[in-house]
């Protein structure tokens, strides 16, 4: 019985060593047409809600405090790899975004990072600094800020905008150009334009891009005013 019960073992290895659907599963694996996908998922960012709140201006209200929710996005970078980070956002952003993210990664758009701004290689003075955010070319949405070369609080303050590639789409005003060194190049790689997908997406879904202001152009910028 023992020896029919080995005898038999061996019959079914030698059939499955054979048999073409193996060889056929493989060739298939190795056909998968998004090879990248089975590498595995480099993480950017990972943070707690303790830490991604870490440094927060103490001046922020506490009704937007409670708004912001952590977003764990995916995206392609430079490096042709996938990456994991986080956004914080109003709430009430979270699908769009995820929208946003979605046709990104569809369309193979590299984008640098995305990291809260509460990262200690954003901190000046311990504080989120946005000029440190831009200068490392990342991706961020909430920071309880003035606009940029203004005294009102900027849409960012509330999380109800998002700067992309900040040195690919940079902030153009007269003279200014930030991040420092930055050139609006259509042609480049992660640059925002009129026609691109992500603009599109964005303005269907009813945000505002600074790439179509007339005063400045901010490429980097989308925001969403709430409904009212
Ligand atoms: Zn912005």
């Known amino acids: 019985m023992i020896k029919f019960v080995r005898s038999g073992c061996l019959l079914l290895l030698l059939f499955l060593a054979v048999m073409p659907g193996?060889?056929?599963?493989?060739?298939a694996y190795a056909e998968t047409p998004s090879p990248w996908i089975?590498?595995?998922?480099?993480i950017d960012s990972n943070m707690t809600e303790k830490e991604a709140f870490d440094g927060l201006d103490p001046k922020c209200p506490e009704e937007i405090r409670k708004q912001q929710r952590i977003v764990t996005?995916?995206?392609y970078s430079s490096d042709k790899k996938i990456h994991q980070g986080q956004l914080l956002i109003d709430g009430e952003l979270e699908n769009?975004?995820?929208?946003?993210?979605?046709?990104?990664?569809?369309?193979r758009f590299p984008i640098c990072s995305?990291?809260?701004?509460?990262?200690?290689?954003?901190?000046?003075d311990d504080r989120w600094s946005d000029d440190l955010s831009m200068e490392a070319n990342n991706t961020s949405a909430f920071n309880y800020r003035l606009s940029t070369g203004s005294t009102q609080l900027s849409k960012h303050a509330y999380g109800r905008a998002i700067?992309?590639?900040?040195?690919?789409n940079p902030y153009i005003k007269e003279r200014i150009i930030l991040p420092q060194g930055a050139k609006y190049d259509p042609t480049a790689e992660g640059t925002m334009t009129a026609d691109h997908p992500i603009v599109r997406t964005f303005l269907r879904l009813g945000w505002?891009?600074?790439?179509?202001?007339?005063?400045l152009k901010?490429?980097?910028h989308f925001e969403k005013s709430p409904k009212n």
């Open 22 to 27: 193996i060889s056929i599963s493989k060739a």
């Open 38 to 42: 089975s590498e595995s998922l480099i």
């Open 73 to 75: 996005v995916k995206y």
């Open 96 to 107: 769009d975004i995820r929208t946003v993210f979605e046709v990104a990664l569809k369309e």
């Open 114 to 124: 995305v990291i809260p701004i509460s990262d200690k290689r954003f901190r000046k």
């Open 163 to 168: 700067d992309i590639n900040p040195f690919q």
């Open 208 to 215: 505002e891009w600074g790439g179509n202001w007339t005063t």
């Open 218 to 220: 901010d490429y980097q």
